[in-house]
């Protein structure tokens, strides 16, 4: 198959995005409280940034109904989902006021805090930074829950699992 090369722009969005696509990352589920009730978003741009203190980030895009509310959070929570939860990560993807199809309490900080998922990080608003389309917010993390599991992998425009080896 023949390499291809090119600039990045809005003649090369589409490619763009599938090249991005090629990286293949775990599925997350952001929640928070507004003044509407419980909020969620699917995203797949998470990372850890610090261990000392305990940062993260995540990067919602601006063009999203439910970005403000989440830019202008004091908490939130991050939860990676489980490799049986992709119905939950559609559902939250399409419909983030709906939590009807979720098990959730709230977290000790307010935030729901869904069922079932392989890892939950517990944040503070840090810091949100303007870029682009989208925006970093940064999570200061007050408290992890972690239970064994296999996490949810989105690539290439499909979701999977992951393939342990030996």
């Known amino acids: 198959m023949a390499e291809t090369s090119f600039i990045p ?15 293949g990352t775990g599925v997350t589920v952001i929640t928070t409280v507004t003044s509407r009730g419980p909020l969620a978003i699917t995203v797949n741009s998470f ?82 930074h303007p870029a682009g389309d989208h925006t970093i917010i940064i999570g200061e993390v007050a408290s992890v829950t972690t239970r064994p599991g296999k996490g949810l992998i989105f690539k290439r425009g499909q979701y999977g699992g992951f393939l342990e080896q030996g």
């Open 47 to 128: 990372t850890s940034v610090s261990l000392d203190p305990p940062l993260l980030l995540w990067c919602p895009a601006r063009a999203s109904m439910r970005h403000d509310s989440f830019a202008k959070a004091d908490n939130f929570a991050i939860h990676v989902m489980a490799e049986d939860q992709l119905g939950l990560a559609k559902h939250f993807a399409a419909h983030g006021e709906d939590f009807t199809a979720a098990a959730w309490q709230p977290n000790a900080l307010g935030a729901p805090a869904l069922d079932g998922v392989i890892a939950r990080f517990d944040c503070r608003n840090y810091a949100a």
């Open 9 to 23: 722009g809005p003649e090369t969005a589409r490619i763009y995005r599938d090249a991005l696509g090629s990286f």
